[in-house]
RNA sequence: CGGGCUAUAGCGCAGUUUGGUAGCGCGUUCGUCUGGGGGACGAGAGGUCGCAGGUUCGAAUCCUGCUAGCCCGACCA
């Protein structure tokens, strides 16, 4: 993409109205504009992240034998009436009349939807496991939306449902979901710890949320050290051995990792003091079993072996996809700018001439920028009639992880500069070798 | 939902106390010079002063009502 020809907002100043760091940088960045409290747009760059996160959540559950859907973002009121959580929930759902004024909802979460597909399609146990999920728009009518995407009203979010025939293959189903989470976050450049969690108005006993340490945080957590340094690396796992999903289950699970509503400072006390640890995080996903809570009322029920009709056992496990951005952004950033990780940078290499109306620089760039698409290292090429410095606080503003600059002074030698975002060092290379250089950072991405 | 605050050009703000028809910086447009970290000079464009009503010869400014947004708290993927 040529800059000169991008939609790229950018802003020179804070924005009043955000307070913390990644709400101000998306803004500044361009990314987002609030539409109303806690309703974004998302502009071009922000909407680019965005989708590369949703490609790296989708490709991460496929990976893991869960099957892609969608679901629509407005539901009937009857069905929640069936759950009995069309009472329970409260003001945080957004509630609608359609013009024969029947009651509706903007879905704020879908078990209900999901349960009335299944009962309505399966019914042998013959068809389980069964794992099927959603990334779509949600919204809760939050009293205090803020932090921007970090806790908007309506948010873009990954949520899955399991279907399983007892207890045994649903906490599979729950391992399973472990594993493929610290994958996803893994790969998106985050550590994000498992921590025992509350249920909340879902229900349920099994849970675990997945947070991300940032000093915004909204929680407060506990944590034994020695979690910071498990990593699934380069692990080949497989999804269908139940006993393997619960052997990595138990080494996340091991070490002490609480949010202030499950802390227990006994345990906490318990670990050697050098390695108690305790900040604020952010969560990006939950993960529960919940049982039977919604086949039963629900009436989806599956025949056994036996042919009894057996409600089937549930778990829901939930990713923030828009949250995640600005958890990211949280997580990574410095005075100048955003830090993207390779794996969900907009633009996988800037390119900025210096000179831009110079034949030798503009030549350069041109050459530069060809090769760079053509072997799949989306640049964004700044050629806008800018000085260095604007084009360079841009850059660093937001976050491609590469740089290469062209100027008069390098082509003389042949050659240009590439520079890493989080680092700051440079190397000179001849533009060959930067194009390489790139093709083995991103090789493995 | 309790408490506090704000609303003036695309963004950040001054002007409101003491009423006289709106200003600064950034951005933006054009031109010239410049050209390795938000450059300089010159010339422009851009505002129903959140909305409605009231007081007044006259309202961004005073009064009433409303709306929207932000912050703290409670709450929360």
């Known amino acids: 993409m040529r800059l000169s020809r991008y939609f790229l907002p950018v802003l020179k ?17 361009g990314m987002i504009k609030q539409a109303t409290a806690g309703i974004y747009s998302w502009l071009p760059l922000g909407f680019k992240v965005l989708r590369r996160l949703e490609d790296i959540v989708h490709e991460e559950q496929v990976r893991a034998g869960h099957i892609p859907m969608l679901m629509p973002t407005l539901q009937s009121a009857d069905l929640w009436r069936e759950s009995g959580r069309y009472d329970d929930y409260g003001e945080e759902m957004l509630r609608i009349k359609d013009r024969h004024g029947r009651d509706m909802l903007y ?6 939807l999901i349960t009335d597909i299944f009962r309505a399609h399966v019914g042998s146990y013959k068809d389980l496991p069964l794992t099927l999920y959603h990334i779509q728009w949600k919204f809760r009518d939050e009293v205090r939306p803020r932090f921007g995407v970090m806790r908007g009203r309506e948010f873009f979010m990954k949520d899955g449902y399991n279907f399983d025939i007892d207890q045994d293959a649903a906490i599979h189903a729950y391992d399973r979901h472990m594993v493929s989470y610290l994958r ?10 498992p921590m ?89 996903g939950q993960i529960f079993y919940f049982g039977t809570k919604y086949s039963e009322p629900m009436g989806a029920t599956v025949a056994n072996a036996e042919g009894e009709k057996v409600p089937v056992h549930m778990g829901s496990h939930g990713i923030g996809v828009s949250r995640l951005v600005g958890a990211i952004i949280e997580a990574s950033h410095d005075d100048k700018g955003i830090i993207w990780p390779e794996a969900v940078t907009p633009y996988k290499v800037g390119i900025v001439n ?77 533009p060959a070798e930067a194009v390489a250089r790139l093709q083995g950072i991103y090789a493995g991405i």
């Open 184 to 193: 996803t976050y893994e790969r998106m450049g985050l550590k994000a710890i």
């Open 107 to 112: 879905g704020p979460t879908n078990e209900e």
């Open 354 to 430: 210096l000179k831009q109306g110079d034949a030798e620089a503009d030549a350069a760039c041109e050459a530069l920028y060809k090769e760079l698409t053509a072997k799949g290292l989306e640049p964004l090429y700044d050629d806008r009639a800018e000085r260095a410095g604007a084009k360079f606080a841009t850059m660093d503003l937001i976050g491609l992880p590469w740089r290469i600059t062209v100027g008069p002074r390098g082509l003389k030698n042949g050659v240009v500069e590439l520079t890493s975002r989080r680092s700051g060092e440079s190397e000179e290379l001849v």
């Open 13 to 29: 100043e804070n924005p009043a109205e955000a307070q913390i760091v990644s709400h101000r940088l998306m803004l500044r960045a």
């Open 196 to 284: 025992r969690a509350d249920s909340g108005p879902i229900g349920g006993d099994n849970t675990h949320e997945f947070l991300v340490l940032a000093e915004t945080g909204e929680s407060e957590v506990f944590y034994d050290r020695a979690i910071l340094d498990l990593t699934l690396g380069g692990r080949d796992v497989d999804y269908n051995d139940a006993a393997q999903c619960a052997a990595i289950k138990e080494e996340w699970t091991t070490p002490y990792a609480r949010t202030d509503e499950t802390h227990d400072s006994d345990l906490f006390n318990a670990i050697p003091a050098e390695r108690r640890m305790s900040s604020r995080g952010i969560e990006v």
